[in-house]
T-cell receptor, first 113, second 115 residues
Framework: SAVISQKPSRDICQRGTSLTIQCQVD?????MFWYRQQPGQSLTLIAT?????????ESGFVIDKFPISRPNLTFSTLTVSNMSPEDSSIYLC??????????FGQGTRLTVV | AQKVTQAQTEISVVEKEDVTLDCVYE???????LFWYKQPPSGELVFLIR??????QNEISGRYSWNFQKSTSSFNFTITASQVVDSAVYFC????????????FGQGTTLQVKP
């Protein structure tokens, strides 16, 4: 199993600012995933973060808006840039082992005012 | 394209009733994994079960049971003798061998269990 710690757990931010979310895993993993869950909605994958390479973004998400870092095999950050109220969501990081469950962090509940 | 459909948006039952949450999936992968997660009001995702495409055995864990049928591309979840603590949003998810670990989630079913 994997234990994932996400920080911050929640934040209220002013529009136009940026927030960086941290994700720490207690074991080395090849891929880390960032998801967004808008209010009352399901989870949507933002991007896949591999160590040592640029993140791969899903359709509808761009690096300028959601830059991701992956400096080592246990850590990743997601930045939500130039925020607007539409960015108010829960952001979750996840790791997955082939043939095993996908582990999720506790999530970061972001409110943009 | 891969897709997960949870047709039931909201279900309301009275405590001790049995309830089944439906999940239908689409994938062209021959190897894939299906998941159920519970999301209580606190927001974290609680893993419930993982099933691979080669294992069609039904599974029971306490009051929870899962029925996997490849013939109908369904992976339904039943809670027996529901309790108020079962109130949550339940997500079905799919990960295919071509997905390299990405999960495709259904829209979720909100279950309300009334005392």
């Amino acid at each position: 199993s994997a234990v994932i710690s996400q920080k911050p757990s929640r934040d209220i931010c002013q529009r136009g600012t940026s927030l960086t979310i941290q994700c720490q895993v207690d074991s080395q993993v090849t891929m880390m995933f960032w998801y967004r869950q808008q209010p009352g909605q399901s989870l949507t994958l933002i991007a896949t973060a591999n160590q040592g390479s640029e993140a791969t973004y899903e359709s509808g998400f761009v690096i300028d808006k959601f830059p991701i870092s992956r400096p080592n095999l246990t850590f990743s950050t997601l930045t939500v840039s130039n925020m607007s109220p539409e960015d108010s969501s829960i952001y979750l990081c996840s790791v997955y082992g082939q043939g095993t469950e996908a582990f999720f962090g506790q999530g970061t509940r972001l409110t943009v005012v | 394209a891969q897709k997960v459909t949870q047709a039931q948006t909201e279900i309301s039952v009275v405590e001790k009733e049995d309830v089944t949450l439906d999940c239908v999936y689409e994938t062209r992968d021959t190897t894939y994994y299906l998941f159920w997660y519970k999301q209580p009001p606190s927001g974290e995702l609680v893993f419930l079960i993982r099933r691979n495409s080669f294992d069609e055995q039904n599974e029971i864990s306490g009051r929870y049971s899962w029925n996997f049928q490849k013939s109908t591309s369904s992976f339904n979840f039943t809670i027996t003798a529901s309790q108020v603590v079962d109130s949550a949003v339940y997500f079905c998810a799919l990960s295919g061998s071509s997905n390299t670990g990405k999960l495709i989630f259904g829209q979720g079913t909100t279950l309300q269990v009334k005392p």
